[in-house]
């Protein structure tokens, strides 16, 4: 089955830890996408990628690090810097220009 | 910053209804897209339409762009409980990242 995969579904964190959440396609796609939803809230890009070893920012980059070493997977680091990370988390994927494809998201909760 | 914005927030209709939700947007854009997401799911892409087209159907689905007045509508004919979602529209810019609306939580009532 060809889709997009992110694990884990629920992560919780302690104040001053980094986590990494996964994010893996199968699609073929050359891009990928990170998007941060807050409750009733619509997505805000975080970080994305449309080829190997390169990314670029979003409009909340902050507090957050991204990799792209191999192009079905594309990791997103919400460090220590991040001051209110609980949210829920959407990876997507796409050929770029064309229509998103998403994961199943995963829900982040900071203790 | 959100690009598109979706009206109303919230829409509450009964079965076999007609559902219409509006989305306006500030800049020029290649296509814009329609989403639904199921509470605490990821997003499923609906439809795309292009900066030079009008309207399209899929389904019970139709979609209108008015470029000249930044906005597009999602009318979603004879409505069915199994719609109850929320929609969000998607502008893409021209440089391959989208910019998402705070969405239209629809509930369709049996």
């Known amino acids: 089955d060809g889709g997009i995969t992110q694990s884990p579904k629920y992560l919780f964190r302690k104040e001053g830890q980094n986590v990494t959440l996964s994010c893996e396609q199968n699609?073929?796609?050359?891009?990928m996408y990170w998007y941060r939803q807050d409750p009733g809230q619509g997505l805000r890009l975080i970080y994305y990628s449309q080829i190997v070893n390169d990314f670029q920012k979003g409009d909340i980059a902050e507090g957050y690090s991204v990799s792209r070493e191999k192009k079905e997977s594309f990791p997103l680091t919400v460090t220590s810097a991040q001051k209110n990370p609980t949210a829920f988390y959407l990876c997507?994927?796409?050929?770029?220009?064309?229509?998103?494809?998403f994961g199943p998201g995963t829900r982040l909760t900071v203790l | 910053s959100q690009q598109g914005e979706e009206d109303p927030q919230a829409l509450s209709i009964q079965e076999g209804e007609n559902a219409t939700m509006n989305c306006s947007y500030k800049?020029?854009?290649?296509?814009l897209q329609w989403y639904r997401q199921n509470s605490g799911r990821g997003l499923v892409h609906l439809i795309l339409i292009r900066s030079n087209e009008r309207e399209k159907h899929s389904g019970r689905l139709r979609v209108t762009l008015d470029t000249s007045k930044k906005s597009s509508s999602l009318l979603i004919t004879a409505s069915r409980a199994a719609d109850t979602a929320s929609y969000f529209c998607?502008?893409?810019?021209?440089?391959?990242?989208?910019?998402f609306g705070a969405g239209t939580r629809l509930t369709v009532k049996p």
């Open positions: 998607a502008t893409d810019e021209w440089h391959n990242d989208m910019r």
């Open positions: 800049t020029s854009i290649n296509n």
């Open positions: 997507a994927s796409s050929i770029v220009g064309r229509p998103q494809f």
């Open positions: 699609l073929n796609h050359d891009a």
